[in-house]
């Protein structure tokens, strides 16, 4: 079987998959307050146009798959798309990148269907601030959506915190107790500068050293470095000794983690974007709806893969200020 590796000997076996471009949130970090357009039924990848790409991608070793948007829950047929989507030979990981506001409703169905585990958004535990940050989500709603996550049997399951000064920075170590609480995991996410909120987003960057400092001296000496494996991806995680959960750190800016990086995402509209920090990208939608047999697709992907960039180039912002968050997936 051929193997997705690209000119920096990067193997390529994490697929991201927008489903739509849609979000009930409206986080100030990731968005602007528009209502995002409703597009053509056309211009959005079909069920039938992701399972045969992602069929495609799973004969040119991509192995996880992970479910995210927009808000993935607001896609009609989410569970048929997970369903899809784990019966692929090969795909043997299936999560999903969740805000929770509807997950109570979904859990059960979702992790029968092949969504073995999920990562969930929560900024802040403070009803208010939430809601603030979130311009209008609710927290009750996230929260019973994180309890039918467990129930279901969802593992692991993980809290992603973007970690912003004076907006949410004096709620670390709460975050850390509230997951130890629940037997789940949490990750702080240093704000990226992608889009123009997340570019303006920046100047409440928190860093890496500094989200760690505040979680060793709250927790001392019970935190243990895990040795990464090769689909672990940008995350520098401990396990929280004594507990059933680890605390992650996932530093973009601080750290190019870009040596590592074994992904590519795909969005809602069927572009391959090889790089978060770069706007280069390649349509498969129409590749796919087209005469083209599967190994003309495979090689128009084995092509694109070559051209993915070395690093992202945060730190030259202009180039990325174009696409925002919610319209690549995270
Ligand atoms: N709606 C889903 C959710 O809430 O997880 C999936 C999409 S959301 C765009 C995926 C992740 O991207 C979330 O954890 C969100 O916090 C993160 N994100 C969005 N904008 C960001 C930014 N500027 N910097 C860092 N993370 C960001």
Same mark, same amino acid.
């Given at each position: 079987?051929?193997?997705?590796?690209?000119?920096?000997?990067?193997?390529?076996?994490?697929?991201?998959?927008?489903?739509?471009?849609?979000?009930?949130?409206?986080?100030?970090?990731?968005?602007?307050?528009?209502?995002?357009?409703?597009?053509?039924?056309? %211009?959005? $990848?079909?069920? #039938?146009?992701? &399972? @045969? +790409?992602?069929?495609?991608?799973?004969?040119?070793?991509?192995? !996880?798959?992970?479910?995210?948007?927009?808000?993935?829950?607001?896609?009609?047929?989410?569970?048929?798309?997970?369903?899809?989507?784990?019966?692929?030979?090969?795909?043997?990981?299936?999560?999903?990148?969740?805000?929770?506001?509807?997950?109570?409703?979904?859990?059960?169905?979702?992790?029968?269907?092949?969504?073995?585990?999920?990562?969930?958004?929560? %900024?802040? $535990?403070?009803? #208010?601030?939430? &809601? @603030? +940050?979130?311009?209008?989500?609710?927290?009750?709603?996230?929260? !019973?959506?994180?309890?039918?996550?467990?129930?279901?049997?969802?593992?692991?399951?993980?809290?992603?915190?973007?970690?912003?000064?004076?907006?949410?920075?004096?709620?670390?170590?709460?975050?850390?107790?509230?997951?130890?609480?629940?037997?789940?995991?949490?990750?702080?996410?240093?704000?990226?500068?992608?889009?123009?909120?997340?570019?303006?987003?920046?100047?409440?960057?928190?860093? #890496?050293?500094?989200?760690?400092?505040?979680?060793?001296?709250?927790?001392?000496?019970?935190?243990?470095?895990?040795?990464?494996?090769?689909?672990?991806?940008?995350?520098?995680?401990?396990?929280?000794?004594?507990?059933?959960?680890?605390?992650?750190?996932?530093?973009?800016?601080?750290?190019?983690?870009?040596?590592?990086?074994?992904?590519?995402?795909?969005?809602?509209?069927?572009?391959?974007?090889?790089?978060?920090?770069?706007?280069?990208?390649?349509?498969?939608?129409?590749?796919?709806?087209?005469?083209?047999?599967?190994?003309?697709?495979?090689?128009?992907?084995?092509?694109?893969?070559?051209?993915?960039?070395?690093?992202?180039?945060?730190?030259?912002?202009?180039?990325?200020?174009?696409?925002?968050?919610?319209?690549?997936?995270?």
């Amino acid at each position: 079987m051929p193997k997705l590796i690209d000119k920096f000997n990067r193997e390529i076996t994490y697929l991201r998959l927008s489903v739509t471009e849609h979000c009930n949130y409206r986080c100030f970090y990731c968005r602007d307050d528009e209502q995002t357009p409703n597009c053509k039924r056309e %211009d959005i $990848l079909s069920y #039938e146009d992701i &399972e @045969k +790409i992602v069929q495609i991608f799973a004969e040119l070793g991509i192995t !996880k798959v992970r479910l995210t948007g927009g808000e993935p829950l607001l896609r009609k047929g989410i569970v048929k798309i997970a369903r899809l989507i784990s019966r692929i030979d090969g795909i043997n990981d299936v999560p999903l990148s969740t805000n929770a506001h509807l997950l109570e409703k979904f859990a059960e169905k979702l992790q029968q269907n092949g969504i073995n585990r999920a990562n969930i958004s929560i %900024d802040s $535990l403070i009803p #208010e601030r939430f &809601e @603030k +940050i979130t311009r209008g989500g609710d927290l009750t709603k996230v929260i !019973k959506g994180i309890d039918a996550a467990i129930q279901a049997g969802m593992h692991p399951i993980k809290m992603n915190v973007v970690v912003m000064r004076d907006v949410n920075d004096d709620e670390i170590e709460s975050m850390v107790d509230f997951a130890i609480a629940k037997n789940i995991d949490v990750r702080f996410i240093e704000t990226m500068p992608i889009g123009a909120v997340g570019i303006e987003a920046l100047s409440q960057h928190v860093s #890496e050293q500094q989200i760690f400092e505040k979680i060793n001296q709250h927790l001392g000496n019970k935190l243990t470095p895990i040795t990464p494996n090769q689909t672990d991806g940008p995350a520098h995680n401990f396990k929280i000794k004594g507990t059933n959960s680890t605390v992650g750190i996932i530093s973009a800016v601080s750290n190019h983690f870009c040596q590592t990086c074994n992904r590519v995402r795909l969005t809602t509209k069927g572009d391959l974007i090889l790089c978060l920090g770069q706007e280069d990208a390649i349509s498969l939608k129409d590749a796919v709806r087209s005469d083209l047999t599967d190994d003309e697709i495979k090689q128009m992907i084995i092509n694109a893969i070559n051209k993915k960039p070395e690093k992202h180039e945060f730190d030259t912002i202009d180039n990325i200020s174009n696409r925002q968050m919610v319209e690549i997936g995270g």
